[in-house]
Nanobody
Framework: QVQLVESGGGLVQPGGSLRLSCAASGSVFSMYDMAWYRQAPGKQRELVAVITTGSNTNYADSVKGRFTIARDNAKSTVYLQMNSLKPEDTAVYYC??????????WGRGTQVTVSA
């Protein structure tokens, strides 16, 4: 089973940028569809972005045009570039690995806080 470790979270001002990384190990990274989820305090976990094994991408409406998901199979890493951040983007961000709609592994998460 694949293990996932996120990094890159932190505190950023509104309008700023962050890049999250998720390093995978323990399995063949290129076999998995990768995704980022987030969960804000008191809210349900939501899907933010997905990148398939064929590098097709999909985004939540709330982040379209601001966030970009990418993968580097040679480094077994998936990224989430977040630009024009808003306070409502504050959440714990989780990386997942799966196949189609089935999530097989979750990372432990990284906190992103957008505040002045």
């Amino acid at each position: 089973q694949v293990q996932l470790v996120e990094s890159g979270g932190g505190l950023v001002q509104p309008g700023g940028s962050l890049r999250l990384s998720c390093a995978a190990s323990g399995s063949v990274f290129s076999m998995y569809d990768m995704a980022w989820y987030r969960q804000a305090p008191g809210k349900q976990r939501e899907l933010v972005a997905v990148i398939t094994t064929g590098s097709n991408t999909n985004y939540a409406d709330s982040v379209k045009g601001r966030f970009t998901i990418a993968r580097d199979n040679a480094k077994s890493t998936v990224y989430l570039q977040m630009n024009s951040l808003k306070p409502e983007d504050t959440a714990v961000y989780y990386c997942t690995a799966g196949k189609v709609t089935i999530v097989l592994s979750w990372g432990r998460g990284t906190q992103v806080t957008v505040s002045a």
